[in-house]
């Protein structure tokens, strides 16, 4: 496969390995978060942290868009779907989220919610165009990356003058999660967070470009290194965040150039402003309430955002009290650390956001690593 | 003189006509659907008897006598018709191969149709015929069936369970829960083919992908396998779920765990870039032709010869061996030389979002 099969090669994988491990310091420890699920699910599915030295350990952060829903937000969709009887679109895997009662969108849709799957923001507003009569709402979730299109479906509806179909806007900001893993209350209550260095998301920069990112570098000291999703790009990535750490650097370095750059899609990000504004605060399942940190729909197109339209209110649900997924996500403790993590709380029946989808750090610790915890 | 049928004034209109109620009533409608299409195409002396059942001759195979395997299986797949196939053909496959996977020879087919309301006859034609060219390629006739009509709304258009009958000779155990440690791993072909040409098809995702369902007949290659003598210890068909939860079923029946190898996995290049590009694991996703061997290590080679000289084994491969594991796990050396767990699913692997 053109562009894809270059940078899975496992000889490349293996200079690189003994690269790292010709860098990496005996007498010091590297820990380095991955912030995106994405990243998370390529070194758990390429098994690449057993190509990693002892002293070089990955940290699964925060960036799976589905597991940082907060129950409460699924509730909401769940509400409209049921109770409203609107056509509720959303994407695959927000289906299987836990929420409130023991349900999900997909018990829902078993109730009787008219709840379908798209692949696109194209789809839903397909679905309006072909239900006038029915009000259609798309559950819009995810970071940066998945911001503009839902940000063209209502530019698109706003033109066509779609009166049916209005947007549940769940997005949030990548920079303002990686600045609560930094310092937020819990940092305190939990201890430093033993983080050398970050691998930032590609896709998330190929909006927003790298410059968000020098503010963390500056300000805490921290390298970024912008990243890929194949194996190759992370292994790359890490080689580079050893190199800055050994030379004392904390510097925003580029590995995906092939697609990222400073500034970023601008068009995107226009479209992105004229459609949305900040929210004051914003919960995150796992991260509490942090500020400034998720996006709104502006006054000007208010009748496309469903919470208006509906007169929905939120209203927070805590999770359950014995998950770990809070210290998991900032990089505190492990998914093995939990004491529910593979006995009550399991892909088949997630309690924990961590556990939801297989970006998810539990997930992906379950799905693909938990051999080690069981063979010597 | 006009023709007139006996027993019924007017053909059936397979061109524009739709299944209605009187289809499933138990009356004339429904003795004209069955004489006029099914009869038509699947027919044979069994199922022209047109009794409730069939009566066959007793199990025996080569004039000894034998064991009989009964399996059966139902078909909801959308959409109905995909490339390289169809419900009505997969409806034949899907239960030839499970019985063959048993290690025995099968001899006879039923089926069961569920209809929806409003249903075009025309569709369900085109379904038939292809049951019956796939039932015919198979020398394997249909010869009991039923039929009911749901009302519209209750149904997806058609559903189609097919049962299957086969001999199975004293003396060959095939089975789950015979696979050990030092076993061999071995495929017939790549994997996901009839997942990703389902999924190339479904209305609300265009890509095109120019690959076609694997749906075949099983029957012949396990055949020619058996013939060879080698020590087969368990042969099962990947269907829903893919590889890796036929081999989790398998492990967890043996009592073993198993060492894939990534890099010898044969997958095709479309599949694992459509894979890729909805964020699927091809090791999750379905065959309908294709074969999982377990033997023992020694008769391995002479196992993939024999699949790789059949027209529906050329891109067989070993894949992995069985090992002692308390634990039952599947695991993989990813082609990084980094390992991991082909765990179970949890659930319908659904697209992820970014």
């Known amino acids: ?376 | 003189m006009s023709e007139v049928k006996r027993g019924y004034v007017r053909p059936l209109d397979l061109k524009h006509g739709r299944v209605d109620m009187t289809h499933g009533s138990g009356g004339r409608a429904m003795v004209q659907l069955i004489s006029e299409l099914f009869t038509r195409h699947l027919g044979n002396a069994y199922l022209g008897q047109g009794n409730d059942g069939a009566v066959l001759p007793a199990a025996v195979l080569n004039g000894k006598p034998a064991r009989l395997v009964m399996s059966t299986d139902c078909h909801v797949v959308s959409p109905l018709f995909f490339p390289g196939g169809d419900i009505g053909c997969l409806s034949v496959h899907g239960t030839l191969n499970d019985v063959a996977v048993m290690g025995a020879t099968p001899l006879y087919l039923a089926a069961g149709f569920i209809l929806e309301e409003g249903f075009a006859l025309a569709e369900l034609a085109c379904i038939v015929e292809s049951m019956a060219r796939a039932a015919h390629a198979a020398g394997v006739p249909v010869v009991t069936g039923d039929t009911k009509v749901v009302e519209r709304g209750k149904g997806d258009g058609i559903f189609i369970t097919t049962t299957g009958v086969g001999v199975l000779p004293d003396g060959l155990e095939l089975g789950g829960a015979r696979v050990r440690p030092g076993d061999v791993v071995l495929v017939s072909g790549s994997m996901g083919d009839h997942g990703v040409a389902i999924m190339s098809q479904r209305e609300n995702l265009s890509f095109e992908a120019s690959i076609e369902s694997d749906t075949a007949a099983l029957h012949g290659l396990i055949a020619q396998l058996l013939a060879t003598g080698a020590d087969i210890r368990c042969l099962r068909d990947p269907t829903r779920g893919g590889l890796a939860s036929t081999l989790n079923e398998i492990a967890g029946q043996s009592g073993v765990g198993m060492m894939l190898h990534e890099k010898a996995i044969p997958i095709k290049p479309v599949v694992a870039a459509a894979c890729e590009f909805l964020g699927l694991d091809p090791l999750y996703v379905a065959n309908e032709g294709k074969l999982i061997v377990i033997c023992a290590a020694a008769d391995a080679p002479r196992l993939l010869a024999t699949l790789r000289a059949h027209p529906l084994g050329v891109d067989a491969a070993v894949i992995g061996e069985v090992m002692a594991d308390e634990h039952h796990f599947v695991q993989l050396t990813t082609a990084f030389g980094g390992r991991r767990i082909v765990d179970w699913l949890a659930g319908d692997q659904l697209p992820r979002i970014c």
């Open chain 1, 1 to 376: 496969m053109k562009y894809i099969d270059e940078f899975r090669d496992g000889e490349v994988a293996k200079t690189l390995a003994l690269k790292i491990a010709r860098l990496a310091q005996p007498e010091r420890s590297y820990s380095f978060m991955e912030f995106c699920g994405g990243h998370t699910h390529a070194i758990s599915r390429y098994g690449l942290s057993d190509l990693l030295p002892p002293n070089v350990r990955m940290v699964h952060g925060p960036g799976c868009p589905v597991c940082v829903l907060p129950i409460g937000r699924i509730d909401m969709a769940i509400d409209l779907a049921l109770k409203q009887g609107v056509i509720l679109c959303t994407y695959g895997d927000t289906l299987r989220v836990p929420a409130s009662e023991g349900l999900s969108l997909m018990k829902a849709k078993a109730r009787g919610g008219d709840i379908r799957m798209v692949y696109s923001t194209l789809d839903a507003l397909q679905i309006a165009r072909d239900n006038p009569e029915r009000e259609v709402v798309f559950f819009a979730i995810g970071f940066e990356t998945t911001t503009p299109p839902t940000a063209l479906a209502i530019l698109q509806a706003h033109q066509e003058q779609l009166s049916n179909f209005s947007v549940l806007c769940c997005h949030v900001l990548t920079p303002a999660a990686i600045s609560q893993i930094l310092e937020s209350p819990e940092v305190r209550q939990w201890g430093t967070v033993p983080i050398d260095g970050f691998i930032g998301p590609a896709h998330v920069s190929t909006v927003i470009g790298s410059r968000p990112y020098e503010f963390f570098a500056e300000e805490y000291r921290k390298p970024v290194v912008i990243a890929g999703f194949e194996p190759l790009d992370v292994m790359q990535a890490i080689l580079m965040l050893v190199k800055q750490v050994n030379e004392g650097r904390a510097e925003v370095e580029n590995e995906f150039a092939r697609a990222v750059s400073r500034d970023g899609n601008q068009k995107a990000q226009d479209r992105v402003a004229e459609v949305f504004e900040l929210r004051r605060e914003f919960e995150w399942r796992g991260l509490a309430v942090v500020p400034y940190s998720a996006l709104m729909i502006r006054e000007k197109y208010g009748s496309f955002d469903a919470e208006r339209r509906f007169k929905m209110d939120y209203q927070s649900v805590p999770d359950n009290k014995a998950c770990e997924c809070g210290a998991i996500l900032r990089g505190v403790k492990r998914p093995q650390d939990c004491k529910i993590f593979g006995t009550v709380c399991t892909p088949e029946n997630p309690v924990g956001s961590c556990m939801v989808s297989s970006e998810g750090a539990c997930a992906a610790h379950y799905s693909y690593g938990r051999y080690k915890d069981m063979t010597p």
